[in-house]
């Protein structure tokens, strides 16, 4: 199972998907692409507490995908 997790000002999405079924998948992938539209930055979380790595596009056979806003700065 796949888990994407984003940020945002309404609270928290969490988005859980099965990498066999097509549909889960496609609508992963759809809110994935919907956030890095927005500017989100996406990260694929490691086991164990490791350092994750920078994503720019969706992997259906990711563990855990965390996405966050991008930062307002003045």
């Avoid at 994407?4 to 609508?27: Q, S």
């Avoid at 990260?43 to 259906?60: I, L, Q, S, T």
Wanted: hydrophobic share 40%.
């Amino acid at each position: 199972m796949g888990q994407l997790r984003a940020m945002g000002t309404a609270g928290d999405l969490k988005v859980i998907w099965d990498p066999d079924n097509e549909d889960e998948v496609a609508a992963a992938q759809r809110t994935f692409d919907d956030l890095r539209e927005k500017g989100y930055n996406a990260y694929r979380v490691k086991r164990r507490g490791e350092a994750g790595d920078v994503v720019k596009e969706f992997d259906p056979e990711a563990e855990k995908l965390i996405l966050a806003p991008p930062m307002a700065g003045g």
